[in-house]
């Protein structure tokens, strides 16, 4: 059974003074540490059709997967984030996730826990947006 919020972060972690990059993994890391653990990896240099900069990387390995963009705007973060809120409604809806995040210029969605800890995340903090369905 798992419990899901959304809140919208004010918190006063390091994250305010370092920057998400601090806690999520750069493109190379996540891409290596889900390689690695044998995710299958796609690269893409636009995100879905939406009319916003930035690069996805999507790793999927027996169902579970990250689909996580970057070098976005703060701008495009905030609309990528509405169309993964579309997107990933029924896994919302029905709590068949780990997390939706817009942490500053990053989006990602993310399957599962251990997908979480393979990617190479840091922690769970966030300067933005995020439901999460903890385990």
């Given amino acids: 059974m798992c419990s899901c919020d959304r809140s919208d972060s004010d918190s006063s972690t390091d994250i305010l003074k370092n920057g998400a ?11 290596d540490n889900t390689k690695d653990a044998g995710y299958t990896v796609t690269e893409f240099n636009d995100i879905y059709d939406l009319k916003v900069s930035g690069e996805r990387v999507l790793a999927e390995k027996d169902g579970k997967f990250i689909d996580i963009c970057y070098g976005l705007s703060e701008d495009d973060a905030k609309e990528v984030f509405r169309y993964y809120e579309t997107k990933y409604d029924p896994q919302i ?3 068949e996730y780990y997390m939706l995040s817009r942490n500053q210029n990053f989006v990602y969605f993310i399957s599962d826990k251990s997908t979480f800890k393979v990617s190479g995340f840091k922690s769970i903090d966030n300067d933005g947006e995020q439901y999460i369905c903890k385990e």
């Fill in 21 to 31: 990059e601090s806690i999520v993994p750069s493109r190379a890391e996540l891409i």
């Fill in 93 to 95: 809806k029905s709590q």
